[in-house]
């Protein structure tokens, strides 16, 4: 069986690496037009900020690792096109630039995303910088040395840690988002309400609420302000981190895709044509609080699907769970997290959900250290099937939000978490779990509710 991998950062390399270990007798072919695998884009910012100190480090697997397990690598190698009656792709070498053809039995097509660029004038300006790669990382690093007044645009994961690095740096940082608040995707209002303070109290001036709408050059080509639909920002350096998009437009017309032109796989990662498999974020992922295909660009999604073709490429063995798009991110003092979808999120899929939020201490209050935490859990009114979590502390209680992604992707209800076995330890937890109790509150609030309404009805 000869197989071509094409694109090897997260999904790429999990591939390859269970493909070579399940498939010793396939004859394996990557083609990844940088020179470089596996790097984690989540670290650009822990690299900014000073605490992982080379971006080589940011590395987990290597082309030479790759070749030593049996994949035939060929780095600095763009694929131009892909045949899918001839069962071929046409390939250039980057460094000769070189074309050439080349045959498959099955396609891996792991291709990543590429950060969105919006077509605001002025877009292609020096010194405005997009953040997803190594080599945008080194230039990120080198440009933010001499920058003094430094813009991120766009309010998400990346935006909000990079804003960070960059104020710990010390520079003078503008947060611009085109929503009215931070973090919108991921967190609900009174939990954004807390992150927007903590950036302020370390003067990050926020510009929430204001849409990008022209990039302004001085004499030299670089860029000098930001004209927003409220104001005029001054910068000399501006990073956008406003999404990502698929890159599959070598295969997009021939496959059945989202709008957004995501690669829709079967739960053995298989698209509709039955020689290509998908893996990563190039794909639509099914999300189990929704119960529906969405796009959730995660090297966390990326390296379960990638481990899923290689169990999956001869013969279906292995089902996809799905995703509950589990995320977490530090904040100077503050550790949240979330999974599955918050109040406005459900919104957008029609859902009828409730939520609770608790807010107590992480141990008893007769320990050294009982840190308070703010928990949230969103489900459905009816069935009272668990959708959706966020918490939020000084105290890392991030897990809880894995132990509810669990919960979501077993269709589990309020009920089930109330009454779900959690251990006690003063070390570590209260005599009732944090989890019980916010279960056990909903449940509370729903027979009060239930008896109000039974009242009336008499």
């Given amino acids: 069986m000869k197989i071509i991998v094409i694109g090897c950062t997260h999904a790429g390399t999990t591939a390859v690496k269970n493909l070579t270990r399940l498939h010793p007798d396939a004859e394996i072919t990557v083609y990844e037009r940088n020179d470089n695998v596996s790097f984690l884009s989540c670290g650009i910012a822990l690299h900014v900020g000073g605490v992982v100190k080379q971006a080589k480090d940011l590395f987990y697997s290597s082309p030479d690792e790759l070749t030593a397990l049996g994949a035939t690598m060929h780095v600095n190698h763009d694929v131009l096109a892909v045949d899918t009656d001839k069962n071929e792709v046409r390939v250039r070498n980057l460094t000769t630039n070189e074309d050439s053809t080349d045959q498959y039995d099955k396609l891996v097509f792991t291709t990543g995303s590429t950060p969105i660029v919006p077509p605001i004038p002025g877009v292609g300006l020096k010194n405005i910088q997009l953040c997803k790669n190594y080599h945008q990382a080194q230039q990120i690093i080198e440009k933010a040395t001499d920058a003094k007044k430094i813009a991120v645009i766009g309010a998400g994961y990346i935006g909000v840690e990079l804003v960070e690095a960059f104020e710990a740096y010390g520079k003078d940082v503008t947060f611009i988002e085109g929503a009215d608040r931070v973090l919108n995707k991921y967190l609900d209002r009174e939990f954004t309400d807390e992150v927007e303070q903590t950036l302020l109290e370390h003067d990050v001036k926020l510009a929430l609420g204001e849409k990008v709408e022209a990039f302004q050059g001085n004499d030299n080509g670089y860029v000098h302000a930001v004209h927003t639909s409220k ?14 998009r698929p890159q599959t437009d070598l295969i997009k017309d021939k496959v059945d895709t989202m709008q957004n032109g995501a690669l829709l796989v079967n739960e ?16 639509a992922v099914f999300h189990n609080s929704a119960q529906h295909a969405a796009y959730i660009p995660l090297a966390t999604n990326a ?25 977490a991110l530090k904040l100077y003092d503050l550790n949240m997290a979330s999974t599955g979808l918050t109040e406005e ?45 966020q918490v939020m502390s000084t105290a890392d209680m991030t897990q809880l939000m894995n132990t509810l992604s669990i919960s979501i992707q077993q269709n589990m209800t309020v009920e089930d978490l109330a009454f779900s076995d959690f251990f006690f330890q003063p070390h570590y937890s209260k005599p009732v779990s944090l989890l019980n109790t916010l279960a056990l509150k909903v449940m509370e609030e729903r ?12």
């Fill in 268 to 283: 053995f990662m298989q698209t509709s044509n039955s020689d290509i498999f998908a893996a990563g974020d190039n794909c």
């Fill in 303 to 327: 390296t379960k699907m990638g481990t899923l073709v290689a169990y999956n490429i001869d013969s279906p063995k292995i089902a996809y769970k799905g995703t509950q798009g589990t995320s």
């Fill in 231 to 244: 104001q005029i920002h001054e910068v000399d350096l501006v990073l956008l981190c406003v999404g990502f």
């Fill in 447 to 458: 027979d009060s509710s239930d008896k109000v309404t039974e009242e009336m009805s008499i």
């Fill in 345 to 389: 999120s459900a919104a957008m899929y029609g859902l009828d959900v409730r939520s609770f939020t608790l807010v107590d201490h992480v141990r008893p209050t007769f320990m050294p250290t009982a840190e308070e935490v703010k928990l949230k859990l969103v489900y459905e009114h009816e069935s009272m099937r668990i959708i959706g979590a």
